[in-house]
């Protein structure tokens, strides 16, 4: 199977797999169910069962890109977490979206283009996922966009919209840590990052928010991606310091021109 | 004596500090003088007449602009219309509006070009007109309020006089009783929330029961007590007052007091949602550091630590639930929380 590599965009790295979010964005907005089994049944089987020959290769990528700081067998060292029964899950999140291997040390890990092939990283997942019991990778039945978006809503402001927005557009930790903004982000790093809770994300485990939980968050959030908001411009949907600014600088300025214009005496 | 005769002189030979001869505005004796009006400047439209003629094109124009904003308006009232999808409401108000805009603007714009460039621009000065009424003016006002005495008996008849001041007295009276009523006392009821001894602590929005063994390390949990759906009414008061998040941590982490020790079970901790600086839903969680955010005013509070205060402007801790585990696993609360929840009110 031809796989491309991870665009700077953050499309997926599958051709299928992008036919995929496209087949399900369309299927939400055009309220066919029938559509979106079709493409759920159109993908190929992410989660194969790991084959042997997938986890040596996987182990073989990890000693050349990811011993040095979490340890030959991924037992840890000083500068890095063990990752003995983190699972398949957090090993594609990590290095899917480029995160891992980390560029540099700071505040918070950046997302960037990812250095592998889609083959390379399941094998990285799968060598992970043999190092003890863990999440698994989701499947696209669990990941299709077609749950109920109002009931995602709820779920999200509930337990996420607190860091991400309202409507998943991110927002500001401490200390130059920050909650990334959710736009463009493929529904199986969502998955992936609710299940086990990277950096400073707090886990949301099946008993929290079960699969289908999870599947209407995924729901709700290509819901608002795909229509525009009803109430305006959104300025980036960061809220009134965003709002303030504009009126305070554009508003106020024009009116501040105006009543010049006003008062001076025409030449 | 002769020392507070040579004050008093010593003050009478000074310059008074206000002019109050013109009446009763305070003048400054060392007022600014006024400069008069500035010398008149022929405007361009006054010397030229070509000027004129492009001056009168402007306003014509933005009288203009004004006709075209109006016909937009009514294009863009058919050209994006209204559907079922609510995002149509955007672009549908947004350009109708921005052609009533322009259908209002150019009259005004239009109009006030038109008066700054081509009607007369003639210099006037007014003076202001002292505040204190003629000699003449005052003696009749005085003249007329006497009048009216008179002819009322306003002075003369104690019985009236006195009866209408009682009854003016006592016209305020009924509203003491009737503000009186605004909004009922809480009372004690901001002391208190619905946990119980026992209550079960339950999913947002779902109500389902919480398994200690659900939590694992870093997770997050949004609470509300068991029962809250069920409430006949005040079902929003009680979830403000109730909501708490459950954390579990490495019980090494954390830092409690002898007098909490069996508060947190197996590291699993929960705490007031409620600010106690303006009330917010404190929620942002950092599950490495263990800070938890309030999203308002970046109040910071450190759950290792009994959740005090390290940043921000909450003066006191997020207040503690006290929990446990019941026979079938799940948690339930020991009891309420044993202080208010939330901001400061009074008598706290």
Same mark, same amino acid.
């Given at each position: 199977m031809a796989f491309m590599k991870r665009n700077v965009n953050g499309a997926r790295r599958h051709p299928m797999a992008a036919i995929l979010v496209i087949a399900a964005?369309?299927?939400?907005?055009?309220?066919?169910?029938?559509?979106? !089994?079709?493409?759920?049944?159109?993908?190929?089987? /992410?989660? %194969? &069962?790991?084959?042997?020959? $997938? #986890? +040596?290769? =996987?182990?073989?990528?990890?000693?050349?890109?990811?011993?040095?700081?979490?340890?030959?067998?991924?037992?840890? !060292?000083?500068?890095?977490?063990?990752?003995?029964? /983190?699972? %398949? &899950?957090?090993?594609?999140? $990590? #290095? +899917?979206? =480029?995160?891992?291997?980390?560029?540099?040390?700071?505040?918070?890990?950046?997302?960037?283009?990812?250095?592998? !092939?889609?083959?390379?990283?399941?094998?990285?997942?799968?060598?992970?996922?043999?190092?003890?019991?863990?999440?698994?990778?989701?499947?696209?039945?669990?990941?299709?966009?077609?749950?109920?978006?109002?009931?995602?809503?709820?779920?999200?402001?509930?337990?996420?919209?607190?860091?991400?927005?309202?409507?998943?557009?991110?927002?500001?930790?401490?200390?130059?840590?920050?909650?990334?903004?959710?736009?463009?982000?493929?529904?199986?790093?969502?998955?992936?990052?609710?299940?086990?809770?990277?950096?400073?994300?707090?886990?949301?485990?099946?008993?929290?928010?079960?699969?289908?939980?999870?599947?209407?968050?995924?729901?709700?959030?290509?819901?608002?991606?795909?229509?525009?908001s009803a109430g305006g411009y959104e300025l980036g949907n960061l809220g009134p310091v965003v709002e303030g600014l504009f009126v305070w600088i554009f508003a106020l300025g024009f009116i501040i021109a105006l009543t010049i214009w006003l008062g001076a005496k025409s030449n | 004596m002769s020392d507070s005769k040579s004050i008093a002189s010593g003050k009478g030979s000074q310059e008074p500090e206000h002019d109050y001869a013109t009446g009763l505005a305070v003048i400054a004796a060392d007022k600014v003088v006024d400069p008069g009006m500035e010398p008149h400047r022929v405007r361009m439209t006054d010397k030229s007449v070509k000027h004129e003629k492009a001056a009168a094109r402007q306003v014509a124009a933005l009288f203009l602009v004004s006709v075209l904003g109006s016909i937009f308006a009514i294009y863009a009232y058919f050209a994006f219309p209204l559907t079922d999808d609510l995002g149509t409401v955007r672009d549908n108000t947004l350009f109708m509006g921005l052609g009533i805009v322009l259908g209002l603007f150019g009259i005004g714009i239009g109009a006030v070009h038109w008066a700054k460039t081509l009607m007369p621009d003639a210099e006037v000065s007014e003076e202001r007109h002292q505040t204190r009424g003629s000699e003449a003016v005052r003696a009749r006002a005085i003249e007329i309020i006497k009048l009216a005495d008179s002819e009322s008996g306003f002075s003369r008849r104690k019985l009236i006089r006195r009866s209408l001041y009682g009854a003016l007295a006592l016209f305020p009276i009924p509203a003491i009783f009737f503000f009186g009523d605004l909004g009922p006392n809480p009372k004690d009821t901001l002391r208190h929330t619905m946990w119980k001894a026992g209550t079960r602590l339950t999913k947002d929005p779902t109500g389902l029961p919480i398994k200690a063994s659900d939590v694992t390390l870093g997770s997050v949990f949004h609470v509300i007590p068991e029962g809250l759906a069920e409430l006949p009414h005040h079902k929003l008061e009680e979830k403000a007052k109730a909501a708490v998040l459950l954390v579990r941590l490495d019980p090494a982490d954390l830092k409690e007091s002898p007098e909490r020790k069996n508060w947190s079970y197996d590291g699993i901790v929960a705490y007031s949602k409620i600010c106690t600086h303006v009330g917010c839903p404190v929620a942002l969680y950092e599950q490495r550091t263990h800070h938890l955010l309030c999203p308002c005013h970046q109040s910071t509070f450190d759950v290792t630590d009994e959740c005090k205060v390290i940043f921000g402007p909450a003066s006191r801790p997020l207040p503690q639930l006290p929990i446990a585990v019941d026979s079938e696993g799940y948690l339930i609360a020991q009891s309420d929380f044993t202080e208010p929840v939330g901001p400061s009110f009074w008598e706290r």
């Open positions: 964005g369309l299927a939400v907005s055009g309220g066919g169910y029938a559509a979106a !089994t079709a493409a759920v049944e159109t993908t190929k089987p /992410v989660n %194969a &069962a790991l084959s042997q020959a $997938q #986890v +040596d290769e =996987g182990h073989k990528l990890f000693l050349a890109n990811c011993a040095s700081c979490h340890g030959r067998n991924g037992e840890g !060292t000083q500068n890095a977490p063990s990752l003995i029964g /983190v699972g %398949a &899950a957090a090993a594609e999140f $990590q #290095v +899917d979206s =480029g995160r891992m291997p980390a560029q540099a040390s700071g505040p918070q890990i950046m997302k960037k283009t990812s250095q592998f !092939t889609g083959e390379q990283i399941d094998a990285i997942a799968a060598y992970v996922g043999s190092l003890g019991p863990g999440p698994a990778i989701p499947t696209d039945a669990q990941l299709a966009a077609n749950g109920n978006a109002t009931r995602g809503g709820e779920l999200f402001r509930i337990n996420c919209a607190m860091c991400h927005n309202a409507v998943g557009a991110g927002g500001a930790l401490t200390q130059g840590k920050f909650a990334p903004a959710l736009t463009g982000v493929p529904a199986d790093h969502i998955y992936e990052a609710m299940l086990t809770g990277p950096q400073n994300m707090p886990v949301f485990n099946d008993a929290n928010l079960t699969p289908t939980d999870k599947k209407d968050i995924i729901t709700y959030l290509t819901y608002v991606q795909d229509h525009p | -």
